[in-house]
């Protein structure tokens, strides 16, 4: 075993932690409770394929699954208010407020309460 081997070997999820993770998106309606069923559907898939994206290839090493889905849900949440806003938003808001999501797509989330 060599002096980084801890640092970037990809930790092994379980399939349970997959599906506990997977049901987390379906069970937590605070994700898309503003938006249409056929929007809704849009975001969960692509929250859920991002869960299975990393379970299959981590993106970072040293970002848990557990941040890493708390991201997705974070995610998951904040365009679902933006789509809501969307109609009440100039083009330039709208804008500013989609470039603040994908920022997010690249932080690290914040530490949820």
Do not use: C, Y
């Amino acid at each position: 075993m060599g002096l980084f081997d801890n640092i970037i070997r990809h930790p092994t999820i379980t399939s349970e932690e997959t599906q506990q993770a997977l049901e987390q998106l379906d069970d937590d309606e605070s994700l898309t409770r503003d938006i249409e069923d056929e929007g809704a559907k849009i975001l969960l898939l692509w929250g859920k394929d991002r869960v299975q994206k990393w379970v299959e290839t981590p993106p970072l090493p040293l970002l848990g699954f557990d941040t890493f889905t708390r991201q997705v849900r974070l995610m998951l949440r904040t365009s679902s208010r933006l789509t809501t806003q969307r109609t009440e938003l100039t083009e330039a808001e709208f804008l500013a407020k989609l470039t603040q999501l994908l920022d997010m797509a690249f932080s690290p989330p914040p530490e949820e309460k």
